[in-house]
């Protein structure tokens, strides 16, 4: 990557940074760290965030989703910031989540339609896609909840016979 391409790429990313360097985020991430610092199953924090987020893009580019990256990173780095809220008060993660995304993506330069296409993913990250969001959305809302999963090594977990997770929602190969 030249110089140019660069620094486009990082103009092209601005509004991640601003989600990711957003306050309420940072005390989501903080906050769940410290709740999940005795957990054996996996854990959310930014490890789990990234992968998720390039997984995602690459399976937007596999599939031609023709998704904007900006969109795919700010829905992955969003899509777990409910845990800590939900360890707290027992609301599921994906309801809580979306309610706290939707504070921080109206703090920046997100359109009405992308704030909406990222909360029905976060919304949907669990399985629970909607099918009348819009055609878009829907595709965000598959690489979110594929990226999800696949992110997990479960075939190397030693939790894996308690883990919660059904069968088919584990990843036993390396690809
Ligand atoms: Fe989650
Ligand atoms: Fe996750």
Known sequence: MTKEEKRAEIARMKRV???FS???????LN???ELEKDRVFC???LTHLKDTARLAYIFSLERN???DKDIVYTAALLHDCGRAKEYKTGVSHDIAGARIARRILERYD???SETEMIIAAIEGHRGNRKADCGEKAYRLAKVLYDADKLSRDC???KASKDCNWSDEKKNMNLF
Do not use: A, K, W
Not at 22 to 28: A, L, Q, V
């Open 110 to 112: 997100f359109s009405v």
């Open 17 to 19: 940074m601003d989600v």
């Open 31 to 33: 906050e769940t760290s």
């Open 43 to 45: 854990r959310h924090d």
């Open 65 to 67: 989703y023709g998704l």
């Open 22 to 28: 957003d306050p309420e985020f940072t005390d989501c």
């Open 155 to 157: 075939f190397l977990c």
